[in-house]
């Protein structure tokens, strides 16, 4: 096929994604520009929707329809854009500037990769693997809260941070849970040990039974639902399992093409990719060596690409980023220390009260941890933290 430059330059903007990273970028970039082309393409159905709302459905009373906002048709209308859904992007060609969709090529003047992360799967025997259900998107929920319907006993593997939100919102709904994970406390790597164990009591009271250091081995049909094994030779009944084992970025079509990928894609403060005019935002993207999986560095990345798009280079820079964890029955908030910071916990605990802080050499604040009524610091806390990315004085220029 014939490559003209010209073509590019007219070419729209294409967003690969439909998550949070690309509507909100696309909605950033539309208060700044509001007649570039713009093309958004999803392999899904398109509708708009938190996903952190999905581990809340059931203490709010919302399947998956009422966690549903807008749908593709009302977005494209608001934004001004083509939304193409249920098509998947299979190949970048970044010399060429385009996209493949099968054999359709898609031209583009920047590219936004931001496709998200997928669910790790865990090999289990048995014949029952078609009732783990992993819950990344929409989709996924709906597809699980159908298999629910009408059942007790969910079993949850893993007790990271997401399989401990949907422990506490399907007690909450009433429902038998068992968590299974093989470490030896829940939240591992973002919880020192006092604060992990203020959650899992308060889940604990709520009826979950937590299975920590085994994995499940082999889940099989019975009568009357489905049994587990553990590693550990423990068996447990169940009517269906959640799996909540982690997510890893997108990164297969990125390293197929050639673009730098390590943990997720790689790119500098510009959000911009190894490659000129592709640029990756959200779950997708490890920005200096950051593979945050959350959405406030995902928003600050937002306002920063827009207006790199419309012309103004500008590098994201992330404040101090605290999570909220909806486990309701223990609050917590925790602000993690940058991988590798030298520093120890301090912890005072009362009860589920834990003020867990993680203190440099020199005293100073690195990370915190606070459950029950100790969240009530947080603020004052988020003052005396360093900038997770601290911003930069010089302006970078764009790779031609
Ligand atoms: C249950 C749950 C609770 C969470 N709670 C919180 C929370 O409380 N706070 C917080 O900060 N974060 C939370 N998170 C994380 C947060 O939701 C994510 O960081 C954020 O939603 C990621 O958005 P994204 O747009 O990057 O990716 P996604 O929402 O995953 O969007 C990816 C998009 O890319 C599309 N796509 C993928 N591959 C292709 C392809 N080849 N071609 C075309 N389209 C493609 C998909 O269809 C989708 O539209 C939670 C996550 C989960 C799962």
Known sequence: MHYNEEDNVTAPIVII?????????????????????????????????????????????????????????????????????????????????????????????????????QTIRVPVEGDAQDAIFPINDLHDYRRFRAAAQGKQRVLILGAGLIGCEFANDLLTGGYQVDVVAPSTQIMPGLLPLEAATAVQGGLQQLGARFHLGPVLQRLERTGDGLQARLSDGQTLNCDLVVSAVGLRPRTELAAEAGLQVARGIVVDRLLQT???????????????GLSLLYVMP????????????????????????????????????????AVGAEGHWSVEAQGADVRARYLGPSGQLLGY????????????????????????????????
């Open 17 to 117: 994604g439909t998550g949070l990273a690309g509507y909100n970028l696309a909605r950033e970039l539309r208060k700044l520009d509001s007649t570039t082309p713009l093309l958004l393409i999803t392999s899904d159905d398109g509708r708009s929707y938190s996903k952190p709302l999905l581990s809340t459905g059931f203490a709010m009373g919302k399947d998956a329809d009422g966690l549903g906002q807008a749908d593709a048709g009302e977005m494209a209308e608001k934004l001004n854009a083509e939304i193409r859904t249920h098509t998947r992007v299979t190949r970048l060609e970044p010399a060429a500037r385009r996209i493949w969709i099968g054999n359709e090529p898609v031209v583009y003047r920047d590219l936004v990769l931001a496709w998200g992360a």
């Open 274 to 288: 190894s490659q000129p005019h592709i640029y990756a935002l959200g779950d997708c993207a490890e920005v200096e």
């Open 298 to 337: 995902l928003m600050s990345g937002v306002r920063a690409l827009a207006r790199t798009l419309t012309g103004t280079p500008t590098m994201v820079s992330y404040g101090a980023m605290p999570v909220t964890v909806k486990t309701p029955v223990c609050p917590l908030v925790v602000s993690p220390p």
């Open 369 to 400: 941890a606070l459950t029950g009524a100790a969240t009530q610091e947080r603020m004052a806390l988020n003052r005396q933290l360093p900038p997770v990315l601290a911003e930069l004085p010089q302006v970078l220029s764009l790779k031609a």
